[in-house]
Structures are given as C-alpha cells and as structure tokens.
C-alpha cells in the first residue's frame, strides 16, 4: 500500500495510548451497559408519557429490538476506532450474551436501583466472553 492508502485507512482510526485489550474490551462493555440502562430507562419513560402506562404495550418489542441494535452498533464502532479485533461480532454476541443472563435470571429484579450497576458490569463480563469465543473461532477458522 502506498502512504496516501494508508493515511486514508487510518483516517478514522484514533490514536489511543496502549492500553491491554482486556482493558479496552471491559470498559466499552461497560459503557455499552450503560447505554442499554439509559435507552430502557427513556423507553420506560416514553412510555409512561405517552400512554400513561408503565408498560409500552405493542411498542415494548420494537423498542428492545432499537436498544439491542444501538447497543451493538455503539458497542463495535467503539472497538473499531480502537482498533480491536473481532469489533463487530464481539460487539453483537457481548450484547446478546448480557441480554440472555438478563432475562434468564435476573428478569425479576429487573426494576431496583442495583441494576444500574449489574448490567453494565455483566455486559464488560460479557464483553470479555465474546472477545475470547471470537478468539477462539478464529483460531478454529485457520
């Protein structure tokens, strides 16, 4: 590749200090967490505005489907401005994963105030089980 070719590849690429990929891999799955907390918070409220219920009804699915598909859009563009492998499906099977503990197990609790804590922390967990199993596909792969 010519230097002009690399200089457009690396465009949109940010220059981030060296910091362990794990490290790098939790902290988005936190704030990936986050970002589901707070779009489910607003879905919650939309809803109670608007239909003066605090379930949304017929609209509750779209919504979670829009959550899970910004979550992981989010998620992978974070990873790939920092140039970690594997952004795209670590992104969308961290997120799944989170989603499947969520409404495996923790389903009733859903609506207490440790959520805003447990969610973003299982998703960094999950983050870090999804970079090991695209690690391990790879390898497999090969």
Do not use: N, Q
């Not at 990929?21 to 489910?40: Q, R």
């Not at 859903?110 to 390898?139: D, N, S």
Request: glycine share 8%; aromatic share 8%; hydrophobic share 60%.
């Amino acid at each position: 590749m010519s230097d002009a070719e690399d200089e457009e590849a690396d465009e949109g690429r940010y220059d981030a200090p060296p910091l362990p990929p794990l490290l790098i891999l939790a902290v988005v799955g936190l704030l990936t967490g986050f970002v589901v907390i707070g779009m489910v918070w607003l879905s919650e409220r939309g809803c109670d505005r608007f239909r003066g219920a605090s379930t949304c009804g017929a609209f509750g699915f779209p919504l979670l489907v829009l959550t899970v598909v910004v979550a992981v859009v989010l998620g992978a563009l974070a990873l790939t401005k920092l140039a970690m492998p594997h952004p795209k499906l670590v992104a969308f099977l961290g997120t799944t994963f989170m989603l499947l503990v969520v409404l495996a197990f923790l389903a009733d609790d859903l609506f207490t105030t440790w959520t805003l804590l447990v969610v973003p922390a299982l998703t960094g967990i999950t983050f870090l089980l999804a970079h090991l199993i695209a690690g391990l596909l790879e390898r497999a792969d090969a």
